[in-house]
């Protein structure tokens, strides 16, 4: 029988599998789509970025449900509403403003998650467990993607939606069954209390400390290019690269590093940290740099090849080293703000957000005025990923501060 810990964390990786499967099959299924109901490319922008803009809507939201109504509640709700707007598309893919309204639900229903899973996380996780849990969390995460990446391209687009959206059905149920709320919606139970457990924190607060703003804008940066990758690099393949439907298969390969790199990374961070080799700030530090500089580094190196095989590699490099931030910054939430890291994490992943908002229509328009070419928004990329380190590195704290 699983401990606690053990048990709160697979199920929320499970979640995390299903959250981030979905979110693939779109920029997988954009192409066939669009020769099925001749969209250009200003219109895959829009349908591709309005995930974001439901995204951006429900993270505080979902943060301050969860403290209120507790994680088993409002992460119930979450799922059932992602999985409903999934397998829904393809009765609302007729009216690219019904998708794009869909889309947005699916934005809405991921919100008001991921800020859930980090809160369950800072209660039921002990800090010596913490950079390998983040580390799975963010590992399945990349196991969805990698799944979509290989099984979408053998469907048609309609079963792509019916198969995913069903399986969020299924983890519902077995959530409701399996997972027990270990506090009430007052008291809250910590596996590992925190040394100042203030409820009663200003809203002020939680903006006006740097190395809360460092933990912002290091996950901005990373978000930036990561959201460009998912959301463009199967229509970069196909339309840049002349890359076929057998050839978009090779998406999956850049999350299966992913996956495997963001394991190990939690793993040695914990072991750094354990054996008190290193100090948990020189941890974090260490890991967002690689996952942030490293990235920025092969983002300009993909941006000059034309050679599919290598952009893949370069790719699969690039989001390989990104998985290294799961025990950086976003790890990081649960030692500044132990007793409010859903919140942190919700203010945090809302800006983090809006990449995922401007990347349609900005890389549309950057590719269009530059007449096919994609090098301005790779060096775009790779810019703010070296801003995003910087600023981690010179401002960041792993003291409590709320």
């Not at 709160?8 to 779109?26: G, K």
């Not at 954009?30 to 591709?48: A, C, S």
């Not at 707007?85 to 019904?98: E, M």
């Not at 809360?212 to 990561?226: C, D, E, G, R």
């Amino acid at each position: 029988m699983l401990n606690k810990p053990a048990h709160t964390l697979w199920l929320c990786c499970v979640a995390n599998f299903i959250n981030a499967a979905d979110r693939v099959i779109m920029p997988i299924a954009i192409v066939p789509m669009t020769d099925e109901f001749n969209w250009d490319l200003h219109g895959q922008g829009w349908v591709l970025s309005s995930f974001a803009v439901g995204y951006i809507s429900s993270q505080v939201i979902g943060a301050s449900a969860t403290k209120k109504y507790g994680g088993k509640n409002v992460l119930t709700i979450s799922v059932l509403l992602w999985s409903m707007s999934t397998f829904l598309v393809p009765l609302f893919a007729h009216s690219i403003y019904a998708l794009t309204l869909a889309r947005v639900i699916l934005g809405l229903g991921e919100g008001l998650g991921l800020p859930t899973m980090f809160h369950i996380f800072s209660h039921g996780i002990p800090s010596e467990e913490r950079s390998r849990s983040f580390g799975y969390l963010v590992a399945f995460g990349s196991i969805g993607q990698t799944a979509a990446s290989v099984i979408c391209p053998h469907l048609s687009w309609r079963w792509m939606f019916y198969l995913f959206g069903s399986i969020g059905f299924i983890w519902v149920f077995v959530w409701l069954y399996m997972y027990k709320e270990p506090r009430g919606t007052i008291d809250e139970e910590f596996v590992e209390p925190p040394k100042v457990n203030n409820n009663n924190v200003n809203w002020r607060e939680f903006i006006n400390h740097w190395p809360l703003w460092s933990i912002y804008i290091a996950h901005f940066s990373m978000n930036w290019s990561n959201y460009i990758i998912m959301h463009w690099l199967p229509t970069y393949l196909t339309r840049s690269l002349g890359a076929d439907q057998t050839h978009i298969m090779l998406t999956a390969v850049p999350y299966v590093m992913n996956s495997v790199v963001g394991v190990v990374a939690g793993h040695y961070a914990d072991s750094l940290i354990s054996k008190h080799k290193w100090t948990v700030l020189s941890v974090r530090r260490l890991m967002t740099s690689i996952g942030l500089m490293g990235p920025g580094l092969f983002i300009l190196f993909f941006s000059a090849v034309t050679n599919l095989p290598l952009a893949v590699l370069f790719v699969t490099i690039c989001l390989g080293l990104s998985a290294c931030n799961s025990s950086g910054h976003l790890s990081n939430h649960a030692e500044v703000a132990p007793s409010h890291a859903g919140i942190t994490f919700a203010i945090s992943n809302t800006l983090a957000t809006i990449p995922g908002i401007l990347c349609g229509p900005l890389t549309a328009e950057l590719v269009t005025q530059s007449h096919g070419r994609w090098f301005p928004v790779f060096i775009i990329a790779a810019g703010v990923n070296f801003v995003g380190g910087i600023v981690y590195l010179s401002q960041s704290a792993a003291s409590q501060l709320l």
